[in-house]
Nanobody
Framework: QVQFAESGGGLVQPGESLRLSCEVSGRIWNIYNIGWYRQAPGMQRELVANMPNAGVPIYADSVKGRFTISRDGVKKIVFLQMNDLKPEDTAIYYC????????????????WGQGTQVTVSS
């Protein structure tokens, strides 16, 4: 059974910072491609950051220079450090993780966290 524990959201003022985390647990072998998405009310879910297993991240233009995606491969935790937050960053943030259950290429799947609310307002 795969379990997610996503946390770190909250209410902050513009210019402040938050650190989101997404811990993956269960009978899994490893985590590979990781990403963060966000969805504002009435809007489509959009990519915020993605990092493949090789470790080279990509970011949406709107968050470049402010957000950083990272992972703890041992503890199987995905992080999103968010600095200099802006009102337009307000959304529910979801982690997205490719999970491998064993060494075979077909023994894998992609899963979503439950989401955590980030609100940036003065």
């Amino acid at each position: 059974q795969v379990q997610f524990a996503e946390s770190g959201g909250g209410l902050v003022q513009p210019g402040e910072s938050l650190r989101l985390s997404c811990e993956v647990s269960g009978r899994i072998w490893n985590i590979y491609n990781i990403g963060w998405y966000r969805q504002a009310p009435g809007m489509q879910r959009e990519l915020v950051a993605n990092m493949p297993n090789a470790g080279v991240p990509i970011y949406a233009d709107s968050v470049k220079g402010r957000f950083t995606i990272s992972r703890d491969g041992v503890k199987k935790i995905v992080f999103l450090q968010m600095n200099d937050l802006k009102p337009e960053d307000t959304a529910i943030y979801y982690c997205n993780v490719e999970i491998h259950f064993g060494p075979k290429y077909y023994d894998r799947g992609t899963y979503w966290g439950q989401g955590t609310q980030v609100t940036v307002s003065s």
